[in-house]
């Protein structure tokens, strides 16, 4: 769970634990929520690593999950060897449908629960240069809406957020996978590179993520999706009306390609 949504969470009388990676992430997490005036508990996972998964779901037996670990795995389709691809996958539909299967039985016992997957408009279209991520997030949507539909009769909702720029470290990341000057693709890169600086003052905050997250583990009937951020909003609306050659054109002309 990201730092802004624990702590949104928690503000909403919660009783949160915020799985991060590392103790360094651990005290950010801590020191954040004292400065809040709210309680956040952690605990150290590698949700790529299913036994640590299920030692901390036994140990929780949470009411709501929500999943949001992952990172950019830009590049294009070429560039993008398969150990980085299986880690794409991995990390971003694997690791949260695992989480999601070991905490259905708690939610069960419990007479309900909430799973928030964290997934991107990417989810719904994709874009050159970030296809691996993509394949992940509309992977990590189909399994969520199936899942969603087998557990509704037990009282657990299945939720999906999809924002669209949001202003996180992953931008960093995504920074360095952009560098690739032997790439064919070192045109687009560059161009996308410049495109990201230019962006980022129009980017939504991370606290708005966090938000429509809260709503979604505390409304009576959370909706199936959400959409964050106005690009999201458009995003949606020129794949859906857009025709597919067209939207094509439109999204390779930026990158020169």
């Not at 590392?22 to 950010?28: E, G, I, L, V, W």
């Not at 901390?56 to 150990?83: H, K, M, Q, Y």
């Not at 905490?103 to 629960?113: E, I, N, S, Y």
């Amino acid at each position: 769970m990201g730092l802004a949504a624990a702590l949104e969470l928690a503000r909403r009388e919660f009783d949160v634990v915020g799985t991060v990676r590392s103790p360094a992430k651990a005290r950010t997490v801590r020191e954040a929520a004292e400065e809040a005036d709210v309680e956040v508990k952690t605990a150290l996972l590698d949700v790529t690593d299913p036994a640590a998964c299920a030692r901390v779901i036994d140990r929780v037996r949470p009411f709501g999950l929500v999943n949001n670990a992952g990172t950019s795995f830009t590049g294009a389709v070429e560039d993008i060897d398969e150990d980085q691809a299986r880690a794409a996958l991995e990390t971003m539909t694997l690791a949260p449908m695992r989480l999601a299967r070991l905490a259905l039985p708690h939610m069960r016992a419990g007479g309900g629960g909430r799973i928030v997957n964290i997934s991107s408009i990417y989810g719904r279209t994709s874009t050159p240069l970030t296809g691996w991520y993509q394949g992940a997030k509309q992977a990590l949507e189909g399994v969520s809406d199936a899942l969603r539909m087998e557990v509704a009769g037990d009282g657990i909702h299945v939720v999906l957020v999809e924002p669209c720029a949001i202003e996180t470290g992953l931008w960093g990341v995504a920074d360095e996978d952009l560098d690739r000057p032997e790439s064919r693709y070192a045109e687009a890169y560059r161009r996308a590179r410049s495109g990201i600086q230019l962006t980022k003052p129009l980017m939504a905050s991370a606290g708005a993520v966090a938000r429509v997250i809260a709503t979604a583990m505390t409304a009576r009937a959370p909706r199936p999706r959400y959409l964050v951020g106005p690009d999201a909003q458009i995003a949606a609306v020129l794949d859906r009306v857009a025709p597919t050659w067209l939207s094509d054109r439109v999204k390779r002309l930026p990158l020169g390609l």
